[in-house]
Structures are given as C-alpha cells and as structure tokens.
C-alpha cells in the first residue's frame, strides 16, 4: 500500500498493470504505420489518393505525424491509474476522468468499425497484402477500450476500498 494524498491505496494488482502498459503497444502499430504513410512508404494507398485526399506531400504529414504522437501520448494515460509513484491529479479527479476516457474510448472504436465498413473507406486501400497489413496494423486499436475499462475499475475499486479504509469502515 502507498499513500496518495493522505489515504492508502492498495497497489494494483499485475493484470491491472500489464493492461495499462499494454494500452501504448497497442497503439503503437497504427501510428508507426501512419509515420510510414508520411514518409512516402507505400502502404496501399496510391500517389494520388495521398495527394488529393491526405495532403502528403503537405500538411497532411503533420496532421498524420502529429495524429499519430498524440494516439501515443494519450496511450500512456493508463499508466497513471496503476503507478504508485507519480500522480499529477488528485485521486478523486482521476477516478472520474478514466471512466470518462474509458467512455470515450468505447464509442471511438465504435466509430472505427463504422468508418472501417462504410464504402469509401474501402475503395481508397489496394486490396491484398496492404489491406492485410492496415488491418493487422489497426485491429489493437480495438483492444484499448476494453484494456481501458479493466484498468479503470481497478483503480476505482482500490480507490473505493482507501475511501472505505480512511472513513473507518474497513477497519478492523
């Protein structure tokens, strides 16, 4: 146990903890297949489609790169639910604020599925090995709102039992 703002929290326990740390890898093959689309690397979708519809070359690299940064940075957020050592908000806000994420991050992947059914978006990708590779790419995506979930009813359950623990109601 650790104490966070004057109350003691369990530590969390190793499933909550490899999710939250799973959370980043999962992002991480559709930003690194993102930057590779930036780069020039041909990745199904041809010279034109990049031009005319992503911008790239042109600012549509920044928006794919910087897309991209941000997926990854927003990746780490599960992290502060399980570390014990660094939390920039109170425990109180934080609760709250996964399960607000959480929330959003369900109806993202929702609207992923959409997208990722919807007629044009098929018709720009070159079929074969490039779909295969996008959809390997993009398919952990699907898995971080469930990661997110899990991690987020931990933390609110340790949290819950610290609150029960300092009101005296979990006392012995």
């Known amino acids: 146990m650790t104490s966070v703002g004057g109350t003691l929290v369990e530590a969390a326990p190793v499933w909550a903890r490899r999710a939250a740390h799973a959370v980043p890898l999962c992002a991480l093959p559709s930003g690194l297949w993102r930057i590779a689309m930036a780069c020039g690397v041909y990745v199904g979708y041809s010279e034109q489609v990049l031009r005319d519809v992503y911008d790239i070359p042109?600012?549509?690299?920044?928006?794919?790169?910087?897309?991209?940064?941000?997926?990854?940075?927003?990746?780490?957020?599960?992290?502060?639910?399980?570390?014990?050592?660094?939390?920039?908000?109170?425990?109180?806000?934080?609760?709250?604020?996964?399960?607000?994420?959480?929330?959003?991050?369900?109806?993202?992947?929702?609207?992923?599925?959409?997208?990722?059914?919807?007629?044009?978006?098929?018709?720009?990708?070159?079929?074969?090995?490039?779909?295969?590779?996008?959809g390997l790419t993009f398919a952990p995506l699907l898995l971080i709102p469930v990661l997110m979930v899990a991690v987020s009813w931990s933390y609110s359950v340790r949290r819950r039992g610290a609150e029960a623990r300092s009101s005296g109601g979990g006392e012995s």
């Open 58 to 134: 042109g600012w549509g690299i920044a928006y794919v790169v910087g897309l991209s940064v941000l997926a990854e940075v927003a990746a780490l957020f599960p992290l502060l639910l399980v570390s014990e050592r660094w939390r920039p908000l109170r425990p109180g806000v934080l609760g709250p604020l996964a399960w607000g994420v959480s929330g959003l991050l369900v109806v993202v992947a929702v609207w992923q599925l959409v997208v990722l059914f919807t007629v044009e978006s098929q018709t720009y990708l070159a079929d074969g090995t490039a779909r295969v590779v996008w």
